[in-house]
């Protein structure tokens, strides 16, 4: 059974607004929609996180390639909120350039898990992690990363790089975790186990 670990990045919406407070924003305000911006993911049991950047490509399409084709031969995918975010996000930059849906998997949004079966603080990804001893999210300086990495920035490009790793890292060892918490986890009797 493969299972896939996938944490995605995008950039904001680029809007025209008259003040900074309660602001309703109209279609029309849009100068330009948010796009995925990177994604990490590893297939449970390998070593290494892949990572890719939409900088790192020619063209955007070429640059969708390579998580699409993991989408397409994973059975399982994990996620945290990505049955809110991730998924719908990168279904959707599918659908702009012409992606055919990939194969059905089975979606596991570790969030979902979190929300309905512990009651922690907080339910982000870094303070549970913490709070079981699992490590921290890289470090960083906010919106100044997000507008470091449109604007090209190399060094704001590696942070996000480290950044979104880091975060697979942590669902990986968060889901390894609280795996016996997860109810109708899909088994295969060919698999060995994690």
């Not at 950044?163 to 060919?190: A, F």
Request: charge should be neutral; charged fraction near 25%.
């Amino acid at each position: 059974m493969k299972i896939l670990l996938l944490d995605i990045e995008t950039i904001s919406h680029t809007v025209r607004a008259w003040g900074l407070h309660n602001q309703f924003i109209a279609i029309n305000q849009i100068k330009e929609a948010g796009r995925t911006v990177c994604y990490a993911y590893k297939m449970l049991g390998e070593k290494q996180v892949s990572f890719s950047a939409e900088w790192f490509w020619i063209d955007y399409l070429t640059f969708l390639l390579d998580i699409h084709t993991a989408l397409d031969e994973a059975d399982v995918v994990v996620t945290y909120n990505g049955k809110s975010f991730d998924i719908p996000t990168l279904n959707k930059e599918f659908l702009l350039h012409g992606y055919p849906p990939p194969s059905p998997y089975k979606h596991i949004d570790l969030y979902q898990i979190v929300k309905r079966r512990f009651r922690f603080a907080s339910k982000k990804l870094d303070f549970v992690c913490q709070a079981l001893g699992l490590g921290a999210k890289t470090q960083h300086k906010g919106m100044e990363l997000w507008n470091g990495v449109e604007e090209g920035d190399p060094k704001a490009q590696a942070t996000m790089q480290r950044y979104n790793k880091q975060d697979v890292v942590l669902l990986e060892k968060l889901y390894k975790r609280i795996l016996p918490w997860i109810p109708n986890h899909p088994s295969d009797p060919l698999y060995d186990g994690i």
